[in-house]
């Protein structure tokens, strides 16, 4: 059985804080990893993807990738209130994906 | 570039009816498209590949007779909810693959349907 594993947090950090989101895997094969933001009630938003060992920046985003470890984590700098969200983390072989339960961030103003 | 609809976002029907969702990608070509059910608080919970010109690929305790999937062109899969029971109120998302297998492209979410069976 293929999983990947999030802490459902609540994660809560202060405004202007660093949010770090960790998520673990099983499948060694896994090739594409991702991160997706989902508010409530809405459906998921793509905020980065990452396939190599290593981090990938963009803006206020940085993913990290260790494949050794079966890890990725997104850091989140300058913490908005409006980043408070559920962080997905998704783990793709070819192109079909296996999402995490997801980790409830909260911003505190 | 790369936007997905769904039609309709929400839904309110009677128990015993059927129910059709539309899943458009609506400026590029999808060979590939996901459907995905999410419960309040939970995860995306795949139900099912659906690939175009050919039969949906179900994952395992998805009733495919019940949940039946059309992908009838490279840029529309409808989802079909049959004799809808309240345990199927739902969360229902759909996806569209850009890239083909292999490829290092991404899934683009559409808005979903909420269904609320009575």
């Known amino acids: 059985q293929k999983e990947v594993e999030q802490n459902s947090g609540p994660l809560s950090v202060p405004e202007g804080a660093i949010a770090s989101l960790n998520c673990t895997y099983s499948d060694r094969g896994s090739q594409s990893f991702f991160w997706y933001r989902q508010y409530s009630g809405k459906s998921p938003e793509l905020i980065m993807f990452i396939y190599s060992n290593g981090d990938k920046e963009d803006g206020r985003f940085t993913a990290q990738l260790n494949k050794a470890s079966q890890y990725v984590s997104l850091l989140i700098r300058d913490s908005q209130p409006s980043d408070s969200a559920t962080y997905l983390c998704a783990v793709g072989g070819t192109y079909k994906y296996i999402f995490g339960t997801g980790t409830r961030l909260k911003v505190l103003a | 570039g790369a936007v997905v609809s769904q039609h309709p976002s929400r839904v309110i029907c009677k128990s015993g009816t059927s129910v059709k969702i539309e899943c458009r990608s609506l400026?590029?070509?999808?060979?590939?498209m996901f459907w995905y059910r999410q419960f309040p608080k939970k995860s995306l919970m795949l139900m099912a590949t659906s690939n175009e010109g050919s039969k949906a690929t179900y994952e395992q305790g998805v009733e495919k007779d019940k949940f039946l999937i059309n992908h009838a062109s490279l840029t529309l899969s409808t989802l079909t909810v049959t004799s809808a029971h309240p345990e199927d109120s739902s969360f229902y998302i759909c996806?569209?693959?850009?890239?083909?297998?292999?490829?290092?492209?991404?899934?683009?979410f559409g808005p979903g349907t909420r269904l609320t069976v009575l």
């Open positions: 400026d590029f070509q999808a060979t590939t």
């Open positions: 996806s569209a693959y850009r890239g083909w297998p292999g490829s290092t492209d991404t899934q683009y």
